[in-house]
């Protein structure tokens, strides 16, 4: 005898007998107000989407494990490094960044990274990417430049002349743009691709020492890249490709790995390296090469469980750079330190004021905070006190707030500029040199497709970037822009494309 169908139930968990024929005023209609079943499933239905997110609304989502390997407990105490071979849950979501929640995956764009460590002292989220720099260092331009990689307000298309416009007047971007038009721009899908947590953070151990790091991820599928044409093809007739293969290759119990490699330095030494280099260690824009600073290992991330319900768990997880728990810290890097105010704005308006009582933004551990009401309050503090005791000067010592060693301040507050005083192609000609020249040569064709639609004065302000970057970047660009002037035009992918 098979199983008997559950019953339908409204959200009230009120029974339902027919689901399929609304309650009419005869065979005909019209339909009357109480088939409340009826009002309720359309009301739904009109509420079903949230705002997408401003950036990096189209997205794949999974859990796993993060596995200890290597003690890293000299510099630092947070407890997911307690012990070699300790293991941690973990919610990951890749995404592109610039288009909208239906865009194609293999669109060139940078690819997001956020990994979540539900750890036994909170939520920590390494909110990263898949290039270890990013195109500016001061947070104040992100809103223009994320205008520039989505919709002309007039046309409602992508402009390359937006994009091209900022980048150009934005020499700080050119490390970055080098990476987004070399074959790393269209990683295949996101198993192949590394991570990086871009930043500059800091590790802080038991004597309250405080060492910066950068943190990197390194695929164990390899590296692999799409070539412009693949990824364009691969945006008409499978959109959906990065998530297909993501969740695909979870569903046959291929486990996608990565290993967790950390650069570590103490502030001193950090100070002797931009006295060397003239680099600003918290600079964004910039990488610490792993020749000055090697990369250690520490773990292994391993994806192992796709989620139930896309909306639930991969809509709706809310990662934030601000949560970080005790043995880890921020640092000077100012892109930090706007991301750290942005991330939970957003959150409370796009998910709402309690978005992290929901079970995938949940922490693992128990929650005690003041915190009471709002929409959607579900788990409201039972009896417990909405205030805390004001002689207390707080819980603990080794908490947030507490027992970290601080950093050295120096210099005037104001506004610095920092545009004509640093420098931004050094290190772009370095990646630029270390490509190889079939790479170069798709380098300079992928960018000579958008940079063929931008006005003469753009294009002149960009070619001297390259020039300045290493005169053969110049000079490749202009031989690709030559010919595709001459009829031998190469097949674009994507938003830049
Ligand atoms: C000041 C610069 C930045 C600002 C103001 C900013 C702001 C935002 C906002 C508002 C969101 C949407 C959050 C949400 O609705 O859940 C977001 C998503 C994201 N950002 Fe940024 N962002 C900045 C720079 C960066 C950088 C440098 C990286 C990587 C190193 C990055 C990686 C991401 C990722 C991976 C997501 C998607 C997270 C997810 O999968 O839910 N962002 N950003």
């Known amino acids: 005898m098979s199983a008997p169908t559950p019953t339908l139930t409204t959200a009230s968990g009120i029974p339902v007998a027919d689901d399929q024929n609304s309650l009419s005023a005869g065979p005909r209609g019209p339909l009357l107000l109480q088939d409340f079943h009826l009002i309720e499933k359309l009301q739904h239905f009109n509420r079903e989407r949230i705002p997408e997110r401003v950036v990096h609304a189209k997205g794949s989502g999974a ?3 993060f596995t200890v390997t ?22 990951v979501r890749f995404s592109t960044v610039g288009g909208e929640r239906g865009s194609a995956d293999t669109e060139r764009d940078p690819r997001g990274f956020a990994i979540r460590f539900y750890t036994e002292e909170g939520n920590w989220d390494l909110v990263g990417n898949n290039t270890p720099m990013f195109f500016i260092k001061d947070p104040i331009k992100f809103p223009d430049f994320v205008h520039t990689q989505k919709r002309c307000p007039h046309s409602n298309l992508k402009s390359p002349e937006m994009m091209f416009d900022f980048w150009s007047r934005a020499p700080e971007s050119l490390h970055q743009l080098t990476m987004l038009f ?6 295949d899908g ?45 945006a008409g007739e499978d959109p959906d490709y990065a998530q297909r293969d993501l969740f695909d290759a979870i569903a046959r119990k291929d486990f996608p790995r990565w290993e967790v490699r950390v650069q ?60 970080i728990v005790p043995g880890l810290g921020f640092s000077p890097d100012k892109m930090l ?9 957003a959150q409370l308006y796009r998910v709402g004021a309690n978005h992290q009582q929901l079970p995938v933004n949940a922490p693992r551990c128990p929650v ?21 005791v004001v002689a207390a000067g707080g819980t603990g010592t080794s908490g947030f707030g507490h027992g970290d060693a601080g950093w050295t301040l120096s210099g005037v507050a104001g506004r610095h500029d920092a ?21 170069r040569q798709d380098l300079f064709d992928n960018l000579a497709g958008p940079l063929s639609r931008v006005s003469p004065e753009t294009l002149a302000r960009q070619l001297a970037h390259f020039d300045k970057a290493d005169p053969a970047y110049g000079d490749g660009v202009r031989l690709a822009l030559k010919a595709r002037q001459g009829g031998a035009q190469s097949v674009g992918a994507g938003v830049n494309g």
């Open 264 to 323: 570590v330095a103490t502030e001193a030494e950090l100070a002797a390296w931009e006295a060397r280099t003239g680099w600003n260690p918290f600079d964004l824009t910039k990488v610490w090469p792993h020749a000055d600073f090697p990369r250690h290992p520490v773990g292994i991330l391993e994806l192992n469980r796709n989620p139930e319900n896309y909306h639930a768990e991969v809509e709706q997880v809310a990662f934030s750079p601000a949560n």
């Open 419 to 439: 545009r004509g005083t640093e420098d931004d192609y050094t290190q772009a000609g370095n990646l630029f040199r270390l490509l190889p020249p079939s790479e």
């Open 337 to 345: 330190q706007g991301r750290l105010f942005a991330y939970h704005d």
């Open 368 to 388: 005690r905070n003041h915190q009471r009401d709002g929409a959607m309050a579900f788990s409201n503090g039972g009896a417990a006190q909405t205030y805390g």
């Open 70 to 91: 290597h003690d890293i407990r000299r510099h630092t105490r947070a407890k997911l490094f307690a012990a070699v071979g300790q293991t941690t849950e973990t919610f």
């Open 190 to 234: 996101y198993r192949h691709m590394d991570g990086f947590g871009s930043h500059t953070f800091s590790l802080i151990n038991d004597a309250g020492e405080r060492v910066f790091c950068k943190w990197h991820l390194r695929t164990e599928q390899g590296i692999r890249n799409l070539s412009a044409a693949e990824a364009g093809r691969l």
């Open 182 to 187: 070399s074959n790393r721009g269209t990683p």
């Open 63 to 65: 859990y796993g494990t």
